[in-house]
């Protein structure tokens, strides 16, 4: 009798301790294995010097992760020209200091940002099961979802205060213009689609006719949002909040996006198509996590540095 049960028994604790040891290496090591992703992305026009561009994304800043607020700090020493920040900087409403003290030395550079859902609203406790029920059911965030009741506020502005005075430029369902490495730049960003805070009536109009380049900024990558910026003729979208795709199976890649864009396109520089034309999508895959789920799994926390060439037609 005993030998029948033996070969499943040490199956059942075979596959025990490798589940344990993959926690212990999501939780314990990957969630804190900062990357810097590079890229290349033929856009400006031709003639024109390179243009280094940093993105930051989903930092997820909780009290106490001094690792994450040391490598932020470091980014500064790549000397960006120009900094971009695409949101969900914080999963603690007590660690605005901590982010702050983190972009410091970034705000030295000319940047830009947007919010995300995660920078007005504090985390709560959800199932990982329900992205993949959302999944399948086509709905994400707001976008199908009935709204959150009785959710606390983090204190965005306090944010928003400190990089308006650093001079970084406010996207929330707007355009601006700043200089960057002698280049004028036209930026057009949106709140974030995830909330359904997202107003393109308010930015339409395409790039700027007069600016060296125009640069799309959103916080979640949404269809709806990535097909307007595209049909309006914008050569290079800037998004995050995938995570990209944080828990992924090594591989085979990402199980979800936590919106509608396809797995494929969870993270990296891709191409997104509408009315006939394309733009290029850099999607960030962000260096946290919300605090709840503590966990990366194949998809290193990254922020990514951009190198904007001449376009080579």
Known sequence: MRARYRIPLNAALAVSALAAGTVAYAAGFEVRSFRLRRVTVPVLPPGAPP????????????????K???????????????????????????AVPEVLDALGPLLEFPGAYVFGSNDY???????????LAE?????????????????????????RDTFD???????????GQLKAAGAEIALTGLDD?????????????????DADLSLAVVH?????????????????????????????????????????LDTDRVKGLSHHEAAGRRSYLHVSAGCGTNRYTPVRLACPPEATLLTLTPTTT
Not at 122 to 131: K, S
Not at 135 to 153: E, K, Q, Y
Request: aromatic share 8%; net charge positive; hydrophobic share 35%.
């Open 165 to 175: 005075e650093a001079g970084w430029v406010n996207l929330t369902n707007t355009r």
């Open 68 to 94: 994450k607020r040391r490598w932020l700090q470091s980014l500064a020493g790549l000397r960006p020209d120009l900094v971009i920040n695409t949101g969900d900087n914080l999963s603690d409403p007590e």
């Open 220 to 260: 979640a990558p949404y269809l709806r949002v990535l097909d307007a910026f595209t049909t309006d003729g914008y050569p290079l979208i800037l998004a995050g909040h995938t995570h990209g795709g944080q828990l992924c199976v090594p591989f085979y890649g990402a199980l979800v996006t936590n919106c509608d």
């Open 193 to 209: 689609p995830h909330i359904r805070r997202d107003r393109y009536e308010a930015v339409a109009g395409g790039p700027e006719p």
């Open 51 to 66: 243009l280094r561009v940093l993105q930051v994304s989903d930092i997820h800043m909780v009290s106490g992760q001094n």
């Open 135 to 159: 999944r399948s059911s086509g709905r994400h965030g707001l976008n199908g979802n009935a709204p959150a009741r009785n959710v606390p506020r983090n204190p965005w502005w306090l944010l």
């Open 121 to 131: 609203y504090a985390p709560r406790l959800r199932n990982p099961a329900r992205y």
